[in-house]
């Protein structure tokens, strides 16, 4: 069993759209949450990231931490085309310089 | 400010040929990272060097040697290529491992055939 699972997708949605991405983790020992955005044929850049439980918000985009659940979400408000990108989760504990990715989910935000 | 930047772009191998990935960075980070990343895989950590003057394995180190040749550049080096090792490679960056913010370069896409 993987330490992360994410969905590849592909995600399609309409512009406009509330999207909801997920990732689960069976790790317990991870505290740091992240979100990365990966445009095609180009590297990860950092989106979101949060410490341990709870919610974080910057413009359109909303992280979720569900410790107890072992379950994270990353949602974006009125979709853009040019969020159509492929969302990667990744999470690490406390102690070490590694950092566990998810398999990464494809979204397409049709104009 | 470059950034992280990765040589070659692009990169065709013969089965048992070597060849060396070349990383850098302007950022004066500490703590340097080799990914491989495949469909439906996700990234995976293939070296780190948590500082200059050290390297550890990570989650597939097979077939791979690195040399972080001081605190800018970290080279991934493949001894004797193999179709398996076909993939995208990508090099990151981090300035401490407090701070969660990895940078990463553009990518090199590598095949073996």
């Known amino acids: 069993q993987k330490e992360v699972e994410q969905d590849p997708g592909p995600l399609s949605v309409p512009e406009g759209a509330i999207v909801s991405l997920n990732c689960t983790y069976s790790n317990s020992a991870f505290q740091y949450f992240m979100w990365y955005r990966q445009y095609s044929r180009k590297g990860p850049e950092l989106l979101m990231y949060t410490y341990s439980s709870g919610n974080k918000e910057d413009g359109r985009f909303t992280a979720q931490v569900d410790k107890s659940s072992k379950y994270i979400s990353l949602f974006i408000r009125d979709s853009q085309p040019s969020d159509s990108a492929t969302y990667l989760c990744?999470?690490?504990?406390?102690?070490?310089?590694?950092?566990?990715f998810g398999a990464g989910t494809r979204l397409f935000v049709k104009a | 400010n470059a950034g992280v930047t990765q040589t070659p772009k692009f990169q065709v191998l013969k089965t048992g040929q070597s060849m060396t990935l070349q990383c850098a960075q302007d950022?004066?980070?500490?703590?340097m990272y080799w990914y491989r990343q495949d469909p439906g895989m996700g990234l995976r950590l293939i070296y780190y060097s948590a500082s200059e003057g050290t390297t550890d394995k990570g989650e597939v180190p097979n077939g791979y040697n690195v040399s972080r040749l001081n605190k800018r550049e970290f080279s991934l080096r493949l001894e004797s290529a193999a179709p398996s090792q076909t993939s995208v490679y990508f090099c990151?960056?981090?300035?401490?491992?407090?701070?969660?913010?990895?940078?990463f370069g553009p990518g090199t896409r590598l095949t073996v055939l």
């Open positions: 990744a999470m690490e504990d406390t102690g070490g310089f590694k950092t566990i």
């Open positions: 990151a960056s981090r300035e401490d491992r407090k701070l969660n913010t990895q940078y």
């Open positions: 950022m004066n980070h500490n703590s």
